[in-house]
């Protein structure tokens, strides 16, 4: 069996065969899933932060939380499936290493993008197949190469010469994908000024690869994270293409492709439809082809509910203004790193107040004359915790109310701190929209 060919279960094999039975639904499918999507997540919300009395509880029962709903990362990997039917999806687990999204993923026969001993021991701890693992990280340290190595994990990438001589000491049995730079300057996360080599230096490399008597079996790419502009995989199919060639005239037998990741949902389509073209104009259909995709699957799968803990009031008496600056339990230390690390600009809306739950119902506006104006904040000390500088709301927030921000999948509980003492462990709370992926899971 291909490595292409992981084993998925039968539940989902039904429900994507029902979704192409029956034509062009997937749209449909997905509208209807998230309205349900919003209704589950709307009730765990409200469960959680009704039953917290701000003033008898625990420490730390007011702590931020997030709700995952599941069925928005079944509803992503049916869309790839219908998008990408070439490409096999291995998930780049830094972007969310959550269990039970790894489990879902696990069961649906994606493969696994590993940066490191950690990430590579946590799948293969849900029973993994090591040969469903890539060891996606050009730099890597010596005995995580011992320990890939002494669990089967083969499937590595490198693009510098000292990495070469380190997989020779190390793992001389390795399947080596040579890492080529390509242009991420349309990417939220630029990742070619640290990895890949450039297009000159690939023969020097494979050439040295033939002579230690290394496997280099396949190209790989990565076109940035969060990419927009999709002409990027054309131009890094073809190099890929360049380098294929290279290698065969040195007698190498490459027959994996692996196009990184940089996949966003609202762009998708288009992305899918160029790399698609391209693979297909280049590749030939023997030629196996994986896909690193990371924040495509849980960006809009992760809420986040944030407790109000104190506020300021500012008043401009000059211009006869009030504003507010409100104060959360969680920041840019925290889950909120995305906006540092990331690039994000995560959305606050009100999801309880003196007014009652209102998740769904009232939406944060801006530049409206009847509003009035928040800055919102993180817990620590530090004058950079901001989460954002200027929203508008149409009724008071006060200390002891609820925020809540949608879209807070990718990079945010995975790269939260300790800092200044507060906890970097926050509870999340699950529910399935999809019915596939709860029989999937036994929810």
Known sequence: MARSDYPITEEYQLSY????????????HVDHGAGISRQLIGEALRSRVEAINQDTCEVGDEDAFFVADLGEVYRQHLRWKNNLKRVTPHYAVKCNPDPQVLRLLSELGTGFDCASKTEIEQVL?????PSRIIYAQPCKTKSYVRYAAQHGVKQMTFDNADELYKTKQLFPDAELYLRILTDDSASLCRLSQKFGAALESAVELLELAKKLELNVVGVAFHVGSGASDPKAFLKAVQDARFVFDQAASLGFNMHTLDVGGGFCGETFEAMAAVLSSALDAYFPPHIRVIGEPGRYYVSKAFTIACHVIARRTVADATLGTTSYMLYMNDGVYGNFSSIIFDHQNPVPRIL???????????????????????????????????????????ETVDVGDWLYFEEMGAYTKCSATRFNGFTDSHDVLYVCSEPGASALLGL
């Not at 701890?125 to 197949?129: E, F, L, P, T």
């Not at 769904?360 to 009847?370: A, C």
């Open 17 to 28: 065969e029902a979704l192409q039975s029956t034509g062009n639904t997937l749209g449909n």
């Open 125 to 129: 701890k849900i029973g993994v197949d």
């Open 352 to 394: 309880q107040s003196s007014n009652g739950f209102a998740y769904d119902k009232h939406r944060s506006g801006y530049d409206t004359p009847s509003m009035t104006e928040y800055s919102i904040w993180g817990p620590t000390c530090d004058g950079i915790d901001v989460i954002s500088s200027s929203c508008m709301f149409s």
